[in-house]
């Protein structure tokens, strides 16, 4: 879904500055157990070039009454994923024979960065100062990319994986007015677009696709084509494409391995649009109280298609595309849902403490129907209602000595699912298990407490800390269902749907240490424990429940962000103006994840187990130079200075994500063993090795920037 970017830029000066600055680096580690080809250290392998420029408006404004303010950037990068182009997409291979396997291997063995980026961004603000009291201006976003995404099922065949690509347009025109010395108001008014687009070899836009017969008309070159079936569906194919037939792969190993051949058969694109506006009106209407009041008015459209393109040689004989929500392989929606809040917020100001009461309503449009039925989910279906919701919030701080500050707080806040959750369709079948969205989904609701101090100690040295409590109801969860259809009998699907608790308490307590000269240092620790819980549904219970009128089986679990511990610090030395040296470190304890103990004879409770600790440090040396009117810094970062082996995921058999056992006695037959060593066969404890688990490995970074 795009949404209004809500970013602030600086207007520009009354005289021209700008800057330049120029990066380059590449990941570098020994572990090439993990990380193939991560040894080959080279610092031009990841770039970033960066821009800016601002002052008043060339040819224009004298008198720096117009100003202008612009940045750019862009980046390139290889990676740290590389995978050895062993296969082509074209090639064959046949296990029917369990003795004989026949295994094409026509690629040049090259390494292929499985992971490159490229992005660009633009930024730029327009400003003109009708007078001292009256401003407006023009901003403009632009933020665009092409990557690709890591698969460790095409490690040996890289070229089989798909591209992605966005590109996001912010617009917004600004009018800052001030009516006196105690009241001004602002109004803003945006519009942002965002596509983007997956696909395998390029693009495919369906609209543009002209008829079977009348392809002659233009010439070879016309990639989609369409037909249509007795019943007047259409199809599309597609004309001289790069897709081969997945009938090149003939049966397969007993075992989980690698590709040897063929490609990614999806594609994804998804166009969202946004307009809005913000009014926000702000008045010191006395000396005691500032009154802040404003509203918001959103329009969001979001049009998604979905397809995979079917050819096997045998049912399609040539690259198909079936029509839309007429089949598991393609859905598409085009949805549009409005947005408009209101608020009032009053901060009161007195000598020994200071309260800000205020209250937010929203209401949210989701123009979509929804089934009512979860058992017959092919049935009748009614318009979704509308969401309205009414947040209180008060906070109050007042100070206990010349040095301390109590403050609480106390608010309810809303989010509402992303619109995919509420739009997402796609068809019914026996044995088909799709995933739907719904439309009458809640939103979420958060109801906060918070308690702290904030104390100062010496003249460069302070510590805050805070407890907390958060209550949040219709958490978004997926539910599976299983139910019995009148036309395809026993079946089951999955939907979005609002599951109930959940609930987050824990504490704080951050130091303080800013900068001075006799030591040359500044520092900063904070330390986060929180417990976050809510209850556990069993996978499937909906279906027993909905017959039985029995209630689900509910138990409080910790729920899958429940990080314990968190110690961030930061430590700097330097002469300001002239050098510094930065370390940022932090220590997290692991996440939750449901262990798989096979032969057990019970069944773990979900998010019973945790992955390991997780623990970083990065770092930033600069050295400042000055050459005449120009400023120049020489730096070096590097990210995850240790070479770290963090785990993000986990094997839940074993809780780590460097071995596994549950599937190896079936998966690693005699069979698939007596084939080790033959050309383009990798074995069962290769496959895994799985570097998505893991963190970045360490990247090392140089770079210099000019200002003037």
Do not use: C
């Not at 369409?226 to 019943?231: G, H, P, Q, S, V």
């Not at 209602?385 to 109050?396: A, D, L």
């Not at 800013?514 to 069993?538: H, I, L, M, P, W």
């Not at 002239?578 to 939750?592: C, D, E, F």
């Amino acid at each position: 879904m795009s949404g209004i970017v809500n970013l602030q830029i600086k207007d520009g000066g009354k005289k021209y500055h700008g800057s330049l600055s120029y990066q380059s680096g590449d990941h570098q580690s020994t572990d090439t157990d993990i990380f193939t080809n991560i040894d080959q250290f080279n610092i031009f392998t990841n770039k970033v070039y960066e821009g800016t420029v601002n002052g008043p408006m060339p040819f224009m404004s004298k008198d720096g009454k117009f100003t202008f303010n612009i940045s750019g950037r862009f980046s390139s990068s290889e990676g740290y994923y590389y995978g050895i182009r062993e296969h082509t997409i074209g090639d064959s291979a046949d296990f029917r024979t369990s003795d004989d396997w026949y295994i094409e291997m026509n690629g040049d063995s090259t390494f292929v960065p499985m992971s490159p980026r490229t992005s660009n961004n633009l930024l730029g603000k327009f400003t003109y100062r009708v007078s001292p009291m009256l401003r407006v201006s023009l901003q403009m976003l632009h933020s665009g990319g092409k990557s690709k995404s890591y698969s460790h099922y095409y490690k040996y065949n890289p070229d089989g994986t798909s591209t992605s690509e966005s590109a996001n347009n912010n617009f917004s025109l600004r009018v800052n007015h001030a009516l006196g010395k105690r009241s001004f108001y602002e109004a803003i008014f945006s519009a942002s677009n965002t596509d983007y687009a997956g696909y395998q070899f390029k693009p495919i836009d369906l609209s543009t696709a002209v008829h079977e017969n009348d392809a002659g008309r233009f010439g070879t070159g016309q990639y989609v084509l369409y037909n249509e079936f007795e019943d007047g569906d259409r199809y599309w194919i597609l004309n001289e494409s790069e897709y081969v037939p997945t009938s090149r792969i003939k049966g397969s190993p007993t075992s989980s391995t690698f590709s040897f051949g063929g490609s990614n058969r999806g594609h994804s694109y998804r166009k969202s649009s946004s307009f809005s506006f913000k009014f926000d009106f702000t008045s010191q209407v006395t000396n005691r109280h500032e009154v802040k009041t404003g509203i918001n008015f959103r329009n969001d459209q979001l049009d998604e298609r979905n397809f995979s393109v079917l050819y096997d040689n045998q049912t399609y004989r040539t690259p198909t595309i079936l029509p839309e929500n007429d089949s598991p392989s393609h859905n598409h929606y085009n949805n549009t849902s409005t947005f408009f809040s209101a608020y009032l917020q009053d901060k009161i100001e007195y000598n020994h403490f200071i309260t800000n009461v205020g209250v937010r309503f929203d209401q949210f449009k989701p123009n979509e129907d929804y089934i009512t039925d979860f058992l017959n989910p092919e049935g009748e279906k009614e318009k979704a209602s509308n969401k309205t919701m009414i947040s209180p919030r008060i906070g109050v701080a007042f100070p206990i000595t010349d040095q301390g500050i109590l403050h609480f707080s106390y608010g309810h806040f809303y989010q509402m699912p992303t619109l995919r959750r509420l739009y997402k369709k796609s068809i019914f079948g026996a044995g088909l298990g799709p995933t739907i969205g719904y439309a009458d989904l809640k939103p979420e609701k958060t109801v906060l407490y918070e308690f702290g101090l904030q104390q100062q100690l010496t003249g460069v040295m302070a510590f805050e800390m805070s407890a907390f409590y958060k209550d949040i109801r219709d958490l978004l969860a997926l539910q599976s269902i299983r139910y019995d259809s009148e036309k395809y009998g026993p079946s089951n699907y999955a939907i979005y749907m609002n599951k109930d608790y959940g609930n987050v308490k824990g504490f704080t307590f951050s130091l303080t240490k800013r900068y001075d000269r006799v030591t040359k240092t500044s520092a900063f620790v904070d330390y986060t424990y929180q417990v976050t819980e809510g209850n556990s549904v069993k996978s499937g219970s909906f279906y027993y429940n909905a017959l039985s009128g029995e209630e689900e089986e509910k138990r409080i679990v910790p729920l899958s962000w429940d990080q314990r511990h968190i110690l961030n610090s930061i430590v700097s030395v330097g002469d300001p103006g002239n050098w510094n040296l930065g370390l940022i470190s932090k220590l997290s304890s692991g996440w939750p994840y449901t262990p798989n103990i096979p032969d057990a004879n019970y069944v773990p409770l979900s998010n019973s187990g945790r992955k390991p600790w997780q623990w970083r440090i990065d770092m930033r040396l600069h050295k400042n130079f000055k050459v005449g009117k120009f400023q120049y810094i020489v730096y070096t970062k590097i990210y995850n200075l240790l070479d770290r082996r963090n785990e993000r995921y986990v094997f839940n058999d074993t809780g780590r994500a460097g071995y596994t056992y549950v599937s190896q006695s079936t998966q690693e037959t005699k069979g698939f063993v007596d084939h080790y060593g033959e050309s383009g066969v990798h074995t069962w404890s290769e496959y895994q090795v799985r570097p998505q688990y893991y963190t970045a490995p360490r990247s090392i970074n140089i770079g210099f920037s000019l200002d003037f």
